[in-house]
């Protein structure tokens, strides 16, 4: 079985500081590994995904995230925060055909 | 390529009533899943079809819910007698095999009221 933890239900950054959303997984098996986007609303937009390889994986909108396996970790960077990243960020793990999410972690972005 | 749409956007309905939502997936997409999503929650998975044929069901998937694609094209989520608990975002995705992490689409959502 497949699991997603987010620490931090809401996070607040001033503009133009780093942004670090934490996500930890547990998987029976090699974890798939997605962060989404949510404005309000609206449905998810995917950020970037781990598969394999790179554990470095960049996406969208200068977001970035790394893939350690020995923290069982997935945690979303970005080093400048921009007005239009607030917004409700989901991590997931697959696991066969579904996707298992986490909590979600509402980002606030202080002008 | 359009995206995922969902149709109502919107629905309130007074418990009891049935309610039918609808999902058109990215066309040529074989894989069509639904999630449901509640209040300060993340999505949890309901059901996924491949093709025509409803492959897996959540235990949330209770009797009165149904999910059917009969073409393998669109996909229509009904439920019957709504509770008040019955009200949250129902979200759609689709899928189609791109290299081997099959990623999901999502649409924009339906968001469902039971008064």
């Known amino acids: 079985a497949q699991s997603v933890t987010q620490l931090g239900s809401h996070v607040s950054v001033s503009e133009g500081a780093l942004v670090l959303l934490r996500c930890n997984y547990s998987?029976?098996?090699?974890?798939?590994l997605f962060w989404y986007v949510q404005y309000p609303n609206q449905g998810l937009q995917l950020l970037l995904k781990?598969?394999?390889?790179?554990?470095l994986v960049k996406g969208i909108n200068g977001f970035e995230a790394e893939f350690k396996k020995s923290e069982t970790s997935f945690h979303l960077t970005k080093p400048s925060a921009h007005m239009s990243d607030a917004a409700e960020y989901f991590c997931a793990v697959k696991g066969n055909e579904k996707l298992t999410f986490g909590t979600g972690t509402r980002l606030t972005i202080i002008p | 390529d359009t995206g995922v749409s969902q149709n109502p956007r919107h629905k309130i309905t007074k418990r009891g009533q049935n309610v039918t939502f609808r999902c058109d997936p990215i066309s040529e997409h074989n894989r069509l899943y639904w999630y449901r999503q509640t209040l300060g929650q993340g999505p949890e998975f309901l059901t996924y079809f491949q093709n025509e044929a409803q492959l897996e069901k959540s235990r949330l998937l209770s009797d009165r819910f149904s999910a059917e694609r009969p073409k393998g094209s669109f996909s229509t989520l009904e439920i019957q007698r709504t509770e008040q608990g019955d009200s949250a975002m129902y979200l759609c995705?689709?899928?189609?095999?791109?290299?081997?992490?099959?990623?999901?689409?999502f649409g924009p959502g339906t968001r469902l009221t039971v008064t």
């Open positions: 998987s029976s098996v090699p974890p798939y």
């Open positions: 995705a689709s899928s189609s095999p791109s290299g081997n992490t099959y990623e999901q689409y």
């Open positions: 781990y598969t394999t390889g790179a554990t």
